[in-house]
């Protein structure tokens, strides 16, 4: 018998009355040296569980691989938890949505040709099946069942909202069951009754995602299923931000109230998010509906507990919300931790990107643009390369227009962007003379991670023209930012720069901790603090500062790395003791 069994009315753990007051803590959104502190401040906030989603695309990154290291080292993250007394809920998709890049779906996978995701295509299932054959063996110490602390596993992620494919949810099932995972399986919706009869099965609990109006949406949950647990699966309590947008905030008394009202039900609940973390690197996904929104590097969340790990005023309003329904430990509320003292530094280093690119081997030569999914560049740039046979003034076309922001060159200078988001095709240029190079740099900003694009193509969509003539014989490579250490920089006093390029600087630390990137007078590019990739800025907004963990940081010397795409007008960045994430909009 599994551990957490289900009653009329509630939750059983080993026999025992327990009701799930959980909070959403993804191990990949943060620095592994600080799980720790992460899941001590979430048992002093009253919670009794957490919950993560796994990232099929950064477990499986290549077929037939299995990552369970740095950041994602699952088994030392339960353990973890296990050791802080906390249970834990996994949400292993396939599928999981997240704002995380294609809906944490692998890069091989969704590039397939026809393949019908979230589906009982076999395509799709038996790529999800040989996933689980590797995934669950070193997972399953670490279940209820063999004494650790998982005691509930979902199948799927808000299908209802997808499809209603439920021969294929049978499948993610009966997927699980044979490989030996015995514990409590739910599922999740929004909730409304066509969602939460698409995506649930019998035999199953069916779990409802919503952020307010409590006594309607458990009700509807009530009126699918009428015996059983009542949970939230995500009580939305923030939002994530998108380029452009405004900071999403929802106030502390407004969100306690309703966590209030669902406690007072006698539901069960996991918080989404308790604590938001980051999307390091090129891991942010992103959202198109009418147009396409990439999501921001920081996934704050406007969370209990902030980007940093610090007690916002949602923790101490859902502390007292909770101690009205549950044991709280007795002991005091975390303070804020340590941050770096303000510290300037000077980038006194540089590489210009194109020049640098020319000089690489390994570019892909082809009639016409190849897709970076053709390519196999899963993540980040691609650089394209032909040279044009006509001159004078004409329009450049785009067929399919780009995935998902181009910059364009000729013969060096810059004379254009497009984006995905403006659904831009055409781009009026002069060309100074036959023979002149065309190179187009493009920005893969994060894969869609909700909807039917989610793994719509990057790079160059299709064949490119300029006065109506087609454009062939290009050179097509991926830019490398793995090996920051075979970038060719050169001492540089500029106090301006208006070309792509790689700019590098070092600044002394005492004693490392949490600081906050902020890029005055820098446009839109990468940063990196010691090779660990922060991930993306742009001035555009809302986000102002990239938050920097301290584990990443060194007593000593430390290097500051930027990828600057556009224009600087300076050589300085700052690191601050407090993060800009823009203005509040609740």
């Known amino acids: ?38 899941l001590r401040k979430a048992r002093l906030m009253g919670l009794n569980t957490v919950e993560t989603y796994l990232p099929w695309n950064l477990h499986e990154p290549v077929p037939g691989t299995l990552v369970l290291d740095g950041l994602f080292d699952l088994p030392r993250f339960l353990r973890l938890a296990q050791a802080e007394g906390l249970q834990v809920l996994l949400r292993p998709g396939p599928y999981i949505c997240a704002e995380w890049d294609d809906g944490g779906l692998p890069a091989w996978l969704v590039s397939d040709p026809g393949i019908r995701l979230r589906t009982s295509d076999p395509r799709f299932t038996d790529a999800f099946d040989r996933y689980l054959d590797q995934l669950l063996p070193p997972l399953l110490p670490h279940f209820a069942a063999n004494g650790g602390p998982v005691i509930a596993v979902q199948v799927e992620n808000e299908y209802g909202a997808y499809g209603d494919d439920t021969a294929y949810l049978k499948h993610v099932e009966q997927a699980l069951r044979s490989r030996g995972v015995d514990e409590l399986l739910f599922t999740c919706d929004q909730a409304g009754a066509d969602h939460l009869a698409a995506g649930s099965l019998p035999g199953l609990l069916a779990t409802a995602t919503f952020g307010s109006r409590v006594e309607e949406n458990l009700g509807a949950l009530r009126t699918h299923q009428p015996e059983g647990p009542l949970m939230c699966a995500e009580f939305w309590i923030g939002w994530f931000d998108y380029w452009g947008g405004p900071h999403h905030t929802r106030s502390a008394a407004d969100a306690a109230a309703d966590l209030d009202r669902l406690l007072s039900a006698g539901a069960s609940v996991n918080i989404y998010m308790f604590h938001g973390g980051t999307n390091f690197g090129f891991t942010n996904g992103a959202n198109h509906k009418h147009a396409y929104e990439p999501t921001v590097t920081s996934y704050d969340y406007d969370a209990p507990l902030t980007e940093s790990g610090d007690p916002g005023p949602k923790y101490h309003a859902f502390r007292e919300v909770i101690a009205r329904h549950a044991p709280v430990p007795d002991e005091p509320a975390p303070a804020p931790g340590p941050k770096l003292p303000e510290t300037t530094v000077e980038l006194d280093r540089r590489a210009p990107l194109l020049p640098y690119l020319r000089t690489l081997d390994g570019a892909v030569r082809s009639e016409d643009p190849v897709t970076a999914n053709d390519l196999g560049v899963d993540t980040g740039y691609v650089l394209y390369r032909t040279t044009v046979p006509g001159s004078g003034d004409g329009l450049l076309r785009f067929s399919g227009g780009v995935g998902d922001r181009a910059q364009v060159f000729v013969d060096g200078a810059s004379v254009g962007v497009l984006e995905r988001e403006r659904h831009d095709e055409t781009l009026p240029v002069r060309v100074p003379a036959p023979g002149a190079v065309l190179e187009v740099l493009v920005e893969n900003q994060g894969g869609v991670n909700y909807g039917p694009r989610i793994g719509a193509p990057k790079g160059l969509l299709g064949p490119v023209s300029f006065q109506g003539e087609a454009l062939h014989g290009w050179e097509c490579r991926a830019v490398p930012s793995a090996d920051l250490g075979a970038v060719p920089f050169v001492p540089s006093d500029a106090a301006t720069d208006a070309v792509p390029a790689f700019h590098r600087g070092t600044f002394e630390v005492d004693t490392p901790a949490d600081t906050f990137l902020a890029l005055p007078g820098w446009t839109k590019g990468q940063a990196w603090v010691n090779g660990f990739h922060l991930g993306r800025y742009w001035n555009r907004g809302p986000q102002r500062t990239l938050y920097v963990p301290g584990p990443v940081l060194r007593p000593g010397a430390n290097e500051l790395v930027l990828l600057e795409l556009h224009a600087t007008t300076g050589t300085r960045a700052q690191l601050t003791d407090t993060p800009d994430l823009g203005p509040e909009n609740d």
């Open 1 to 38: 018998m599994p551990a957490l069994t289900t009653s009329s009315d509630g939750f059983l753990l080993h026999g025992e009355p327990f009701r799930i007051i959980s909070g959403a803590l993804h191990y990949f959104r943060v620095h592994p040296d600080q799980w720790t502190d992460r």
